[in-house]
């Protein structure tokens, strides 16, 4: 059987992985696919679920998120390198610090369609969409993300609150977190 092109691309990020540089080379391979062939790329990922893990194991967790506007992923942790390439509308990540125990923004990135984002593992971020449009995205981490402790932070307070697994981090409506 003839692998399909999200086959061959998961088997890349899978080589990728375990490669000298990897947030680099999983950058680099994203932003080409993205910039040379978003017409590719909207065939390979459009018509997936929204939220839904492509791949994991130890090295590399794969997932396509689609996020509607007017909500926001809480300013959560990965714990490991993350990598984001949108290829519709605009994902808006606000990077936090934890000052004095107090979350405070220190810069906002917008990831428009066709470019990539690279998350350090210590970054503290919220997600939204960066207009009135849903966003769609391939999101890439360096490790098992679902088996990786990782962080949820109080909006208020900074408090950190240990995450069990990707599903404990829910959208919650826009209102003031802006």
């Known amino acids: 059987m003839e692998k399909t092109r999200l086959d ?3 088997d890349q990020l899978k080589a990728l992985a375990i490669a000298e540089e990897p947030v680099d080379q999983v950058h680099s ?3 080409q696919l993205l910039s040379n062939n978003l017409a590719v790329a909207k065939e390979i990922f459009k018509p997936l679920d929204d939220d839904v893990t492509l791949y994991e194991d130890e090295t590399l967790c794969v997932l396509h998120y689609r996020m509607p506007p007017g909500v926001v992923v809480p300013p959560h942790d990965h714990r490991i390198p993350a990598i984001i390439g949108v290829y519709e509308g605009v994902e808006e990540n ?3 610090e934890v000052i004095n125990g107090r979350l405070v923004r ?3 990135k917008q990831v428009t369609t066709g470019n990539v984002l690279s998350i350090s593992p210590e ?3 919220s997600v939204q969409t960066g207009n009135d449009q849903p966003s769609a995205a391939i999101h890439v981490y360096l490790g098992e993300l679902t088996k990786t402790q ?3 932070y109080d909006w208020k307070t ?3 609150i240990p995450l069990g697994n990707f599903d404990d981090i829910r959208e919650e409506p826009l209102g003031d977190k802006q």
């Open 8 to 10: 061959v691309f998961l």
């Open 158 to 160: 900074g408090l950190a």
């Open 123 to 125: 970054s503290i971020h």
């Open 94 to 96: 606000h990077f936090f």
């Open 106 to 108: 220190q810069e906002i």
């Open 29 to 31: 391979l994203l932003q």
């Open 150 to 152: 990782r962080f949820r």
